[in-house]
């Protein structure tokens, strides 16, 4: 299988909260991350949590991360109309090749005014 | 304060010709990545350098594809003989280490071979 998964896609209404979720099989990361990406652009941090931390949060973001189960969550608050994007979680790989940044497939999240 | 600059931002080559596609990463960054994405799929890694080292290439295509990022200039990944299946969207990030430093990509250089 793949060794980060998430949802393909995400529905919600302007003002609810999101919460994106991502399952992994293994990780050597220091680090786990959420990207961004709105059509024809790159990608953009986010934000990050160090994998010995529980929960970060960050403004409208919270990111909790579950690692007995390989699980990572991104929860946006209030969300808006901008936050319409792809969202990708990465993580390196136990045994992964240095600077192999494995990628999820994406959530597309929708918000709907 | 410039973040990770690639360009071209779109390249269009015929079948057979060559692309480059060049990054300069952040400044302070020493350690530069190239990716690529397909449509509708995630990012895939492909090379990992940092100046004057190739340090992980196990995701470079073994022919036509090659990567360098020189002591000065920026880091340059080229495609020779380009194929209709190399279009896609390519991606280089940079960060100041390895594995303890999150990853800042550039927009994108995105290749469409006709």
């Known amino acids: 299988g793949e060794d980060v998964e998430q949802s393909l896609f995400l529905s919600v209404r302007e003002g609810d909260s999101s919460v994106i979720n991502c399952t992994y099989t293994d990780s050597s990361s220091t680090y786990l991350y959420w990207y961004k990406q709105e059509p024809g652009a790159g990608l953009q941090l986010l934000t990050y949590?160090?994998?010995?931390?529980d929960m970060k949060q960050d403004q409208r973001l919270t990111v909790l991360l579950n690692k007995k189960d390989k699980h990572l969550s991104l929860r946006i608050a209030d969300t808006q109309t901008g936050d319409s994007a792809i969202y990708f979680c990465a993580g390196f790989i136990y045994g992964g090749s240095q600077g192999n940044l494995i990628f999820g497939k994406g959530t597309k999240l929708s918000v709907k005014p | 304060n410039a973040g990770v600059m690639q360009n071209p931002r779109h390249l269009v080559r015929r079948r057979g010709q060559e692309a480059r596609l060049r990054c300069s990463p952040m400044?302070?960054?020493?350690?530069v990545y190239w990716y690529r994405q397909l449509p509708e799929e995630g990012l895939k890694f492909m090379v990992y350098l940092q100046k004057e080292n190739i340090i992980d290439e196990s995701g470079m295509p073994k022919e036509r594809f090659s990567a360098e990022f020189p002591k000065e200039g920026p880091s340059i990944l080229r495609i020779q003989q380009v194929v209709r299946g190399d279009s896609a969207a390519y991606f280089c990030?940079?960060?100041?280490?390895?594995?303890?430093?999150?990853?800042?990509f550039g927009n994108g250089t995105r290749l469409t071979v006709t």
């Open positions: 949590i160090f994998s010995n931390m």
């Open positions: 400044k302070g960054h020493s350690h």
């Open positions: 990030a940079s960060s100041r280490d390895s594995q303890n430093s999150p990853l800042h």
